[in-house]
C-alpha cells in the first residue's frame, strides 16, 4: 500500500472527484494552499487529512509538504487535482512498492481536452514522477513550474492517468497560463544568458523524460519558435489526428509560446535600473492548477 498526497488552490470543481478515485489507499492526504473557494469544505467530507500551506513555488510546496506532512506509508503517490487515479494504476503502484525494484517511479499522462484524450500532439507517453519512496526525492523549482531531484534508481510504470486540463474552463486556462508565461519567461532568459543545449542528452538520453529536458534546450533558441512549436505538434506528432480538439490544442500552445517569446524580449530589453529586473516579475503566488 501507499500514501497519496493531492495538491490543491481553489479546486472545488475536482476535488470531489479526485478524492474518490484516491479513495483505494487507506491514507490520503489533501495539502492545500490556503483555497478561497469550497475546495477545504467538499475535502473535509470525505476520510483524508486535510493539511494547508501558504503556497511559495511549486518546488518548494511539494518539498515542504514531504518533509512535514507525515505519512501512514514509506511509498507516496502525488495526485493533481485534475488528475486522476485508476483501478489499474493503483494495483501496478502497489506490485511497484512492494518489488522494490527502484526508487522511484515516472507514469505516463493522458491528456483529456475537449472530451477527447488528445494522444498525438502531447507527446504521448509524457511521462511525469508520481511514485517514489520518501527520502529518495525532492523537488527544485523550473520556470512557472517543479523539477524533480531523485537520488536513487527510477522506473517507469506501464498504467497511466488522465489529466483534465482545462476542465476549470477556457478562461481559466488563459488566466492561468498568462501568470505561467511571466515564470517562463525568467527561466527562458536564464538558459539563453547561461544555458547550453544538451545535444548528447537530446539525442542519447537514458530516458524519454531526459531527452525531453534536452530538447527543451534547443527549442528555447530556435528562430519563429510559435511557428515551428505548431507545425511541430500538429503535423510533426500528428496534432492533425486528434481532430478539431487537437488543432485546438496545438494552437493554445502555440499562442502560450508566443507569450513567452514576448515576455522574454521584454525583460532581456529593460532599460538598465529599472525597477522590474530578471527575477522579480511580479506573479501571483498560486499552484500550479492544470
Same mark, same amino acid.
Request: hydrophobic share 35%; proline share 4%.
Given at each position: 500500500?501507499?500514501?497519496?498526497y493531492?495538491?490543491?488552490?481553489?479546486?472545488?470543481?475536482?476535488?470531489?472527484?479526485?478524492i474518490?478515485?484516491a479513495?483505494l489507499?487507506?491514507?490520503?492526504?489533501?495539502v492545500?494552499?490556503l483555497?478561497?473557494?469550497?475546495?477545504?469544505?467538499?475535502?473535509?467530507?470525505?476520510p483524508?487529512r486535510v493539511?494547508s500551506?501558504?503556497?511559495e513555488?511549486?518546488?518548494k510546496q511539494?518539498?515542504?509538504m514531504?518533509?512535514?506532512?507525515?505519512?501512514?506509508?514509506?511509498?507516496?503517490?502525488?495526485?493533481?487535482?485534475?488528475?486522476?487515479?485508476?483501478?489499474?494504476?493503483?494495483?501496478?503502484?502497489?506490485?511497484?512498492?512492494?518489488?522494490g525494484?527502484?526508487?522511484?517511479?515516472?507514469?505516463?499522462?493522458?491528456?483529456?481536452f475537449?472530451?477527447r484524450?488528445i494522444?498525438?500532439?502531447?507527446?504521448y507517453?509524457?511521462?511525469?514522477?508520481?511514485?517514489?519512496?520518501?527520502?529518495?526525492v525532492w523537488f527544485?523549482?523550473?520556470?512557472?513550474?517543479?523539477?524533480e531531484?531523485?537520488?536513487g534508481?527510477?522506473?517507469?510504470?506501464k498504467a497511466?492517468?488522465?489529466?483534465?486540463?482545462?476542465?476549470?474552463g477556457?478562461?481559466?486556462?488563459?488566466?492561468?497560463?498568462?501568470? $505561467?508565461?511571466s515564470?517562463e519567461?525568467?527561466e527562458? =532568459? @536564464?538558459? /539563453?544568458?547561461? &544555458?547550453?543545449?544538451?545535444?548528447?542528452?537530446?539525442f542519447f538520453?537514458?530516458?524519454?523524460?531526459?531527452?525531453?529536458?534536452?530538447?527543451?534546450?534547443?527549442s528555447?533558441?530556435?528562430?519563429?519558435?510559435?511557428?515551428?512549436r505548431?507545425?511541430?505538434?500538429y503535423?510533426?506528432?500528428?496534432?492533425?489526428?486528434?481532430?478539431?480538439?487537437?488543432?485546438?490544442?496545438?494552437?493554445l500552445?502555440?499562442?502560450?509560446e $508566443?507569450?513567452?517569446?514576448?515576455?522574454?524580449?521584454? =525583460? @532581456?530589453? /529593460?532599460p538598465? &535600473?529599472?525597477?522590474?529586473?530578471?527575477?522579480?516579475?511580479p506573479?501571483?503566488?498560486?499552484?500550479?492548477?492544470?
Amino acid at each position: 500500500m501507499f500514501s497519496i498526497y493531492i495538491l490543491t488552490y481553489n479546486e472545488e470543481i475536482d476535488i470531489a472527484e479526485c478524492i474518490e478515485s484516491a479513495m483505494l489507499s487507506d491514507d490520503i492526504i489533501v495539502v492545500d494552499s490556503l483555497s478561497g473557494d469550497r475546495t477545504i469544505e467538499i475535502a473535509e467530507r470525505y476520510p483524508v487529512r486535510v493539511v494547508s500551506h501558504a503556497f511559495e513555488s511549486h518546488g518548494k510546496q511539494r518539498t515542504w509538504m514531504l518533509e512535514q506532512v507525515e505519512t501512514k506509508h514509506d511509498w507516496v503517490y502525488i495526485l493533481e487535482a485534475d488528475e486522476r487515479m485508476t483501478p489499474d494504476l493503483f494495483a501496478e503502484c502497489v506490485q511497484a512498492s512492494r518489488a522494490g525494484d527502484h526508487d522511484s517511479y515516472f507514469v505516463a499522462e493522458r491528456v483529456m481536452f475537449m472530451n477527447r484524450w488528445i494522444r498525438h500532439s502531447t507527446q504521448y507517453p509524457r511521462y511525469q514522477l508520481r511514485l517514489f519512496r520518501k527520502g529518495s526525492v525532492w523537488f527544485d523549482d523550473y520556470g512557472h513550474t517543479e523539477r524533480e531531484v531523485c537520488t536513487g534508481t527510477t522506473g517507469f510504470l506501464k498504467a497511466t492517468y488522465p489529466h483534465y486540463t482545462a476542465g476549470k474552463g477556457l478562461s481559466r486556462w488563459l488566466e492561468k497560463h498568462n501568470r $505561467y508565461s511571466s515564470d517562463e519567461a525568467q527561466e527562458t =532568459l @536564464r538558459q /539563453l544568458e547561461s &544555458g547550453r543545449i544538451l545535444w548528447k542528452q537530446m539525442f542519447f538520453g537514458k530516458s524519454e523524460v531526459k531527452r525531453r529536458h534536452a530538447l527543451k534546450s534547443l527549442s528555447l533558441r530556435l528562430p519563429f519558435r510559435p511557428l515551428v512549436r505548431f507545425l511541430y505538434m500538429y503535423f510533426g506528432l500528428g496534432g492533425i489526428w486528434d481532430g478539431h480538439a487537437g488543432f485546438a490544442w496545438c494552437m493554445l500552445q502555440a499562442f502560450y509560446e $508566443y507569450i513567452i517569446v514576448l515576455k522574454t524580449r521584454e =525583460l @532581456r530589453d /529593460l532599460p538598465p &535600473g529599472s525597477h522590474i529586473q530578471m527575477g522579480s516579475i511580479p506573479s501571483p503566488l498560486t499552484p500550479k492548477d492544470l
